[in-house]
Each structure stands twice: as structure tokens, then as C-alpha cells.
């Protein structure tokens, strides 16, 4: 009997050991959840006055909130470029935003973090909104992704014409779809238009799927949500038939839809070896009123290089790792992300590419500073402004002469987050520091371009 309990302990131990060396071993799985227009003021833990975001607020509880993290640029396409490849979306020739109308995509000799992380094995999935060109050669499934599931672009994209596409009209219909945009799965067209009602809760179910079936190896799970880009839509449980409330409803959507993603990740049993970030591709669609985000306290929204239109709320959760309730004011942002994983995962950068991303896994960690220092502000391929420390200049130039600098102005974002007090008079000193800065960064930049994909 004895010999029998020494034996059930030893092997009992003998388990756990070699349960402790495979998930020290194991890299860690990444989920990224990128919202579509979500500003900077658009949840509970960033100060939202009325948004309900119980699971965005409890990732910043149980992780870390990043109080100046920022998107590669203010409109989406270029800005999941970057984010993708860990580059400038210039680099990648994807500045502006795709239509259907385009040919090009994002170029299959670009190297995404999918593709990264497959030199450890990893799945990896994308579920939502892709905009980076719908054309085969550009899909997820050629960039790295085993799988794909949502829109080829944005919701918007497609009108039916001769229909009505007023945003209260379609809110209240619940049915109407004068939208012609597809859905897709992996290179197929599976429904057209596609139902939007169902798209958050059927992209959420699919995530909770590739999890489920994937606990017992690494893992990357890419998940950029269609919403809160307009045209909004929402399941029957979340609608609320006043168009001024379509906001708050898709934004509970989306909150919803995070919190069954923790709790697969937690019946799979893999919470502890999974990093959860949560951001935005850009600011909110301000001119879209009711059915747009706030940015506040940032000045301006979507399309601008003012604050509003690129930093972003951004969540990391990774038990045991990540402090827990932390706010840091650590600089990072999205293209941050392919260096710092790949560093966790304990796999090497594209060598091909110049990666202007720098690895934050220190920093996230709690362990050290951030690499970053500074930022460069692009709206298309020009440069508008550039941020050193506390200091963000901004660079007005004439459209037709983007040599000249028409006018300069300087904030200091400590003490002046809305960018409303021009200090540069005072400070002609780091005026003219950071113009040259931008200025030598520019040149750089534009003289190592790389070339967008294109099937002519
Ligand atoms: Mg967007």
C-alpha cells in the first residue's frame, strides 16, 4: 500500500514536472482583437462616461492599459499594413485605402507576423475584416493565415445603387443591406451581401472555435472586427431601435464578443500562456456623429495626424506576466507588435525588409523602459507630424508643394493632450531639433520604399 502511494506521488510529481517543462518550453499564443474606428475615449477604463465595456475593462484589471499607444496611420488600410508587417505603411506601399475598384493588395514578398511566427509552428487564423486587397494573391491565406473567415474590405464599400443608405434609416430597418459587400472563407465567396446583423456574433463563435481546437499547440489568432466602422449592425439581443444609442449597442457587441474569447481561452486551459492584445486601426469617424466614437480628450478623429486620429486605447493581458492594473505611459504602437512577438516567441525577424517596429517585450513585461521614443505621423505618404519624448511638432505643408512647411506648431502632450497650446515660439530650440528629425526620417523612408502588390 505504501509502495503504492510512494509510486502515485512520484509520478504525480514526475506530471507536473513535465507539464512545468513543456509550457516553459511552449511559445507564447497571441490573440490580437483590432476594432475598426474605435477612438481613444470609446471604453469604460479610458474614461467613457456611459459606454458600458465590462470585458475591455477587466482586461485593463487583470492587465496592462497603455496610455500612449498609437496606430501607423488614421484610416484602415495602411494601418493593418503596419501592423501586419512591422513596417511604416509607406515601406509597404499601402498608404491610402483599398476599394474594390483596386487591383493591389498587400505584396506577397512582404513578410506578415503570421508568417513570423510560422517558424514556430504556430496556427494561425484571421477572423474579420482583411483590407489589404480581396484579390487571391493578397488574401490572409497567402500572407501566412491557415485560415480566413469575414470581409474582404470595409462594410461600407459596395452601395447598391438607387438604395437608401441613410445610417438612422438602415439602423431602424434591422434588414436592409444596401450594401453589396461579401464574406469569405479563405479564398471563397460564402454569402453576398453578407448579413450583417450576424457578422460580430459569427466572427466571435469562429474565434472561440480556432481556440478550442488549438489549445494544445501555440497559436495566433489575428481578429480584426468589421465594427464600430459604420454602416452599424448588431444581433437582436444588443438592438436598441434608437439610432442614437447604435454606438453604444455595437460597441456592447464587441465587448461581448471579447469576453467569450477570455473565457475560451480559459476552458481551453491556455490562459496563462496567452498574450491578449486589444486596439484600434485608427481614431473615430467623427463626422459620422451618433454612429462614430469619441476620441476625447484627444483633438480630432479618424483621417487626421492630430492625436485623435491615431492613438489608440490598447489593452495587453498575459497572467503572470503582464502586471495586472497597471496604466503605462510607456510609448508603443501597432507595428511594435511583429518585433515583440517574434522576440517571445523566440523566433528571428524577416532579414529581406527593413522592420521599423521595435520589440517592447521588456516593456510590456514591466521590466523595462520602452524602446520607442519616437513616432512619426503620416497621413498618405506625407509626413505631417513627428513626436520626440513629450514634444509632437506638426508640419503643415501646401498639397500641391509638400517640399515647403507652411506652418509649424508645437505641443506639449503632458500637459496638453488636446494639442491646443502652440509652444513652438517658446521653444525654437526643439522646433528646429524635430524638424530635422522629420525631415532626415523622410528621406530615409521614401529612399527604401518597397512595392505594393499588384496582379498587372
Ligand atoms: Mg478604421
Not at 299 to 311: A, N, V, W
Request: glycine share 8%.
Amino acid at each position: 500500500m505504501k509502495e503504492t502511494i510512494r509510486f502515485a506521488a512520484l509520478a504525480a510529481i514526475a506530471c507536473s514536472f513535465l507539464t512545468f517543462v513543456a509550457n516553459a518550453e511552449r511559445p507564447p499564443n497571441f490573440v490580437v482583437i483590432f476594432a475598426d474606428d474605435q477612438g481613444y475615449g470609446d471604453m469604460g477604463c479610458y474614461g467613457h462616461p456611459t459606454l458600458k465595456t465590462p470585458n475591455m475593462d477587466r482586461l485593463a484589471k487583470e492587465g496592462t492599459r497603455f496610455t500612449d499607444f498609437y496606430s501607423l496611420a488614421p484610416i484602415c488600410s495602411a494601418s493593418r499594413a503596419a501592423l501586419l508587417t512591422g513596417s511604416y505603411p509607406l515601406r509597404t506601399g499601402i498608404t491610402g485605402v483599398l476599394f474594390p475598384r483596386h487591383q493591389i493588395g498587400l505584396n506577397p514578398d512582404e513578410t506578415t507576423i503570421a508568417e513570423v511566427l510560422k517558424q514556430a509552428n504556430y496556427a494561425t487564423a484571421c477572423i474579420g475584416k482583411w483590407h489589404l486587397g480581396h484579390l487571391p494573391p493578397f488574401l490572409p491565406t497567402a500572407h501566412g493565415f491557415d485560415s480566413y473567415y469575414g470581409l474582404p474590405y470595409s462594410n461600407d464599400m459596395d452601395p447598391i445603387q438607387g438604395e437608401n443608405r441613410n445610417l438612422d434609416r438602415v439602423w431602424q430597418s434591422r434588414t436592409a443591406l444596401p450594401w453589396n459587400v461579401p464574406l469569405m472563407r479563405n479564398e471563397i465567396i460564402v454569402e453576398r451581401p453578407a448579413q450583417q446583423q450576424t457578422l460580430t456574433r459569427r466572427c466571435t463563435e469562429e474565434a472561440v472555435r480556432f481556440i478550442r481546437d488549438h489549445a494544445n499547440r501555440p497559436f495566433f489568432l489575428y481578429m480584426p472586427h468589421t465594427m464600430p466602422h459604420v454602416p452599424l449592425y448588431v444581433e437582436d439581443e444588443f438592438y436598441d431601435p434608437d439610432p442614437q444609442q447604435a454606438y453604444a449597442a455595437t460597441l456592447a457587441e464587441i465587448d461581448w464578443s471579447v469576453g467569450q474569447v477570455l473565457e475560451a481561452i480559459e476552458e481551453a486551459g491556455v490562459e496563462e500562456q496567452t498574450l491578449v492584445v486589444y486596439t484600434s486601426d485608427n481614431g473615430p469617424w467623427l463626422g459620422k456623429k451618433h454612429h462614430g466614437g469619441s476620441a476625447l480628450p484627444l483633438r480630432s478623429g479618424k483621417f487626421s495626424t492630430y492625436e485623435g486620429g491615431m492613438r489608440v486605447p490598447c489593452l495587453m493581458k498575459w497572467p503572470g506576466k503582464i502586471p495586472a492594473g497597471k496604466v503605462s505611459r510607456e510609448m508603443g504602437a501597432t507595428f511594435d507588435l511583429l518585433p515583440t512577438f517574434a522576440a517571445l516567441a523566440g523566433v528571428e525577424l524577416p532579414k529581406e525588409n527593413i522592420i521599423d517596429g521595435k520589440d517592447l517585450s521588456k516593456m510590456i513585461l514591466g521590466k523595462k523602459r520602452s524602446p520607442r521614443d519616437r513616432f512619426f505621423y503620416y497621413r498618405g505618404a506625407r509626413l505631417e507630424a513627428v513626436r520626440r519624448g513629450p514634444w509632437k511638432l506638426h508640419l503643415r505643408r501646401p498639397r500641391n508643394r509638400p517640399e515647403e512647411i507652411r506652418s509649424i506648431n508645437l505641443y506639449h502632450l503632458p500637459s496638453d493632450i488636446g494639442e491646443q497650446r502652440d509652444e513652438a515660439a517658446l521653444n525654437p530650440e526643439i522646433v528646429k531639433e524635430l524638424t530635422q528629425l522629420a525631415t532626415a526620417f523622410d528621406q530615409e523612408l521614401k529612399s527604401s520604399v518597397r512595392e505594393v502588390g499588384s496582379i498587372d
